[in-house]
């Protein structure tokens, strides 16, 4: 019984000495910090890219001059845009919505340029004035056909080249985007950040 006991002891104490090994700690860190621990895409390339597209879209000539002319015509009526979505055509898992997000956060509150819902808000938005046909009063009921119409669709895509050799790999980025006039389908501004370029080099398991 004595054996027993101490031997029952031991993988006790054996069992508490792995589980303080294992024990998980976090440790916040700045949101702006620059972080990259696997040299994959992550939120100090979506910054980085984000700014750049941004700036070149908003500091445009060519979106300056349509917003003006479209102004004029309209009673200083501003353009609206409608959000296309990124696509993601790179090696791995990204979060396009995150780009398209930041760029429409940082259009609307430019003020210059008006956003139409879309995606699921469009869909939600359209149930809800159908509900509203049934359910609302006939004084405080919204017309269904009655939505603002999109003059400019904004898009883009994420491409990536890898490069593998000696243990070493090499990861770029390209992020374009575009703003294209629903009418006439003509490019009024084009961009692309390749600036993300990262070398990771991979340290050899030793038994």
């Known amino acids: 019984m004595c054996v027993i006991h101490k031997t029952t002891m031991v993988l006790v104490a054996a069992v508490l000495a792995f589980s303080g090994c294992a024990s998980t700690r976090v440790t916040r860190i700045d949101s702006a910090s620059r972080t990259d621990l696997s040299g994959r895409w992550n939120d100090t390339d979506v910054r980085t890219v984000c700014a750049t597209l941004i700036e070149s879209c908003l500091g445009s000539g060519g979106v300056d001059a349509y917003i003006r002319e479209f102004q004029r015509a309209r009673g200083g009526r501003r353009p609206v845009v409608i959000i296309g979505g990124f696509v993601n055509a790179s090696s791995e898992h990204i979060d396009t919505e995150i780009i398209s997000r930041q760029m429409e956060i940082a259009i609307v509150n430019s003020g210059r340029l008006e956003i139409a819902a879309s995606g699921d808000t469009r869909s939600a ?3 809800e004035r159908q509900e509203q046909l049934n359910w609302a009063s006939e004084e405080t009921v919204l017309s269904l056909a009655n ?3 999109a003059n400019l669709m904004l898009t883009g895509s994420v491409r990536s080249i ?3 050799a000696n ?3 090499a990861r770029s980025y390209f992020v374009s985007a575009e703003l294209t006039n629903i009418e006439t389908g003509s490019r009024l501004w084009m961009d692309s950040d390749n600036s993300i370029k ?3 080099r991979r340290a050899s398991f030793r038994p």
Do not use: F, S
Request: overall charge neutral.
């Open 167 to 169: 243990g070493k790999e």
């Open 198 to 200: 990262k070398e990771i």
């Open 125 to 127: 938005l359209r149930a």
């Open 162 to 164: 890898v490069d593998r």
């Open 147 to 149: 939505e603002t119409g």
